[in-house]
């Protein structure tokens, strides 16, 4: 029998559709979104056609090709979806659809989407299109239990977190498309996240002059200089073990080398060899500092080296999250639903990730990471091979965030 009270009626009615939300969630994994290269308008008319067919409006906005080439991409559509109540606050649900692509060691098609022992397979399963369906069933659950509602929800569904979400959030913000009051966004956790690492990426070019092997002392090794660089890049990481975030689940700032790549031949002493670096800010860092102590490190590596030369070019900033004023209205509402439905506590950490969520707080607005995940980001694969989601995570999470919005919109619980 369904129950009385408006979170009865919201978690029946989850219940009763879940079915059709894990074939939605099916279809978005299936329609690839591999970033790079970024070709992701595809995706993004796909959703808006599922919603438009519920007959919901959806406003579809392309950011402009020249921007998206210049940035690396082929192609983003980000979608803006209104669902108004009346008068009351803002709140908007984040959601990226872009990926990074599957790699090597699936055991399960990487766009399946296949669902074995209660896990749905597939790239992006966990990361973030599970969000997609976690907050569309969520909304559409709330608008059928028969709530009064006061405010608006936003689904902002963008497509470049991958390269720094500056076409996506930040687009939107930038071209005063949105401005919401509040924002959650697609998290990969059973806990709320409140605070996230930043990110600084180089790519550091080693210069010299190629030789042929058998003269090498003709020529100035890139490689050997190259060497220099790894060695200080990596005792310099071992110290900032010591530095530790006072915010929980954060830990301590990273540093590695990604990528390498360089040289001509077996034969031939390398004239070039680049590398590209990622640096993991903890909040409490400035990333004017950083980024000033990383050239100078680099810098310093190869000082006195004859015929070497080093350029140094950022590729992403990503700053921290840090907790606004207002964001505990959201974990409040989050922790609560989630003590309903789990059954337990969970907590309010931070991660070492960097996300989306802090274009928003850049902005004033106070935001919170929340969805469909489990207790740890590994056990999901995400990113990896057979990334995959369990479908109660799914579940327990639409609930969640269902009767988190009934309260933020000013829903009765007992009503």
Known sequence: MAGNTVNDRLTDWIDGHFDDEVAFLQRLVRIPTDTPPGDNAPHARAVADTLEQWGWKVERHPVPIERVRDYGMQSITNLVVRREYGPGPTIALNAHGDVVPPGDGWTKPPYGGEVHDGRLYGRAAAVSKSDFATYLFAVRALEESGAALKGTVEFHFTYDEEFGGLLGPGWLLEQGLVEPDYVVCAAFSYAVVMAHNGCLQFEVAVNGKATHGAVP?????????????????????????????????????????????????????????????????IPEEDPDEVEADVRTLIQDAVRGLEGIRVDVRRLLRANALRPLPGHEILVSAIRRAAQDIKGESIPAVGTPLYADARLYAERGIPVVMYGAGPRTLLESNAKRADENVALEDVRRATKVMALALAELLGAERGS
């Open 217 to 281: 002392h003709t020529g100035h090794d890139a490689l050997r200089a190259a060497n220099r660089i790894l060695s200080a890049i990596y005792a310099r990481a071992d110290q900032l073990n010591a530095v530790q975030s006072s915010v929980d689940g954060i830990g301590h700032p990273t540093m590695i080398v990604g990528w390498i790549g360089g040289g001509t031949n077996t034969n031939v002493v390398p004239g070039q060899v680049t590398l590209k670096m990622d640096r993991r800010l």
